[in-house]
């Protein structure tokens, strides 16, 4: 079975601390609040604990995966893992703290199996079609943070 990989790595600076933004980010079960609804973002699994927590994403158009948290860097790191099915590899978000700013970025590695993919990685970019829906994505947490009624000084 054929196999493509596909690799891309999204970032934005948001004006809000790492000990703002990661609440945000790490509250995994908030993530169907926030996240566009074309991904399909449904919590599979928590007990409570970020680590292990299990997301199934059902893109619009696309296959249904699972990523599940595997490693955690309290308060810069959250790797999470694809697995299983037609996708395998990771995410991984990262906070940089910029004084009283955040670069928050999102890093895949993933080797996608199959035939469909194949033939439409040939014909897509395939990491542009990721890449657009994590904008979505950095686009919304700047949003919710901005609209956090606890922050001060957002923007200046």
Same mark, same amino acid.
């Given at each position: 079975?054929?196999?493509?990989?596909? !690799?891309?790595?999204?970032?934005?600076?948001?004006?809000?601390?790492?000990?703002?933004? %990661?609440?945000?980010?790490?509250?995994?079960?908030?993530?169907?609040? %926030? %996240?566009?609804?074309?991904?399909?973002?449904?919590?599979?699994?928590?007990?409570?604990?970020?680590?292990?927590?299990?997301?199934?994403?059902?893109?619009?158009?696309?296959?249904?995966?699972?990523?599940?948290?595997?490693?955690?860097?309290?308060?810069?790191?959250?790797?999470?893992?694809?697995?299983?099915?037609?996708?395998?590899?990771?995410?991984? %978000?990262?906070?940089?703290?910029?004084?009283? !700013?955040?670069?928050?970025?999102? !890093?895949?590695?993933?080797?996608?199996?199959?035939?469909?993919?194949?033939?439409?990685?040939?014909?897509?970019?395939?990491?542009?079609?990721?890449?657009?829906?994590?904008?979505?994505?950095?686009?919304?947490?700047?949003?919710?943070?901005? !609209?956090?009624?606890?922050?001060?000084?957002?923007?200046?």
């Amino acid at each position: 079975m054929p196999s493509t990989p596909i !690799q891309a790595t999204d970032e934005i600076t948001i004006h809000a601390t790492v000990s703002e933004v %990661w609440p945000v980010l790490a509250d995994v079960a908030g993530y169907p609040r %926030w %996240w566009p609804r074309s991904l399909g973002v449904r919590v599979a699994s928590t007990g409570g604990e970020l680590l292990g927590t299990e997301v199934e994403m059902r893109p619009s158009g696309g296959r249904s995966f699972v990523c599940r948290v595997e490693a955690v860097e309290v308060p810069t790191r959250i790797r999470m893992r694809y697995g299983g099915g037609f996708i395998d590899g990771f995410g991984e %978000w990262r906070l940089e703290p910029l004084g009283a !700013q955040t670069r928050v970025s999102y !890093q895949l590695e993933v080797e996608a199996h199959g035939w469909l993919v194949y033939c439409l990685g040939k014909v897509m970019n395939l990491a542009g079609v990721h890449s657009r829906s994590m904008r979505e994505v950095l686009k919304n947490l700047k949003h919710v943070l901005d !609209q956090n009624p606890r922050r001060t000084n957002v923007g200046q």
